[in-house]
């Protein structure tokens, strides 16, 4: 599970351009942004939701329980330590205690609860990490798309999301290149 955010506004990307031109590319950027949550099974389902919000340790609980909704109650789920994942609401809620061992440190690796278990990729290894992979291909899909509005913000994800190929997650959990 990742998360992937997109703004309203243009895709810069460098180019080649004849010596001596002097090329314009009109560019807007705004604050409006659209933050994708995905998350990809081990049989190639994915689930996608997304929020206008800044990420907050709420929609970490709220996701967990669309996942269960989604996928059935017992799971198993592998998330990256950002902190809208890593946090005691969210531990409570997987375990049913707030209290969690070495819960003042960065050495949690994983919550368990009856029915649902939270484990967390190492930190700074997004390779290891498959939704990346989605991720890198709705970047690729959004170059050179101009969006000027919100909605079409919206609707161009959807879009977007449609063309993506999960990967199989066991690649990246089980081997040394992801």
Known sequence: MDQFTK???????????????????????????????????????????WTEESLTRHHGIRLLEALQGEFGEELVVFLDRAGYFYARDLWEFVSGE????????????????????VWYFPSKLPELNPVEGCWNQLYEWFKHRLIPDLSTLKES?????DTIDEPNIWNYLCSAEG
Do not use: M
């Not at 895709?11 to 314009?24: C, F, K, L, M, N």
């Open 157 to 161: 994800i959807l879009r977007g999301i």
């Open 98 to 117: 707030r209290e969690t061992e070495t819960v003042c440190d960065s050495s949690v690796s994983c919550v368990c609860g009856e029915k649902l278990d």
């Open 7 to 49: 703004r309203v506004g243009t895709v810069q990307r460098h180019g080649w351009y004849p010596i001596g031109s002097d090329p314009t590319i009109e560019t807007s950027n705004s604050w409006e942004k659209v933050t994708v949550l995905g998350a990809v099974t081990d049989d190639g389902d994915s689930f996608y939701c």
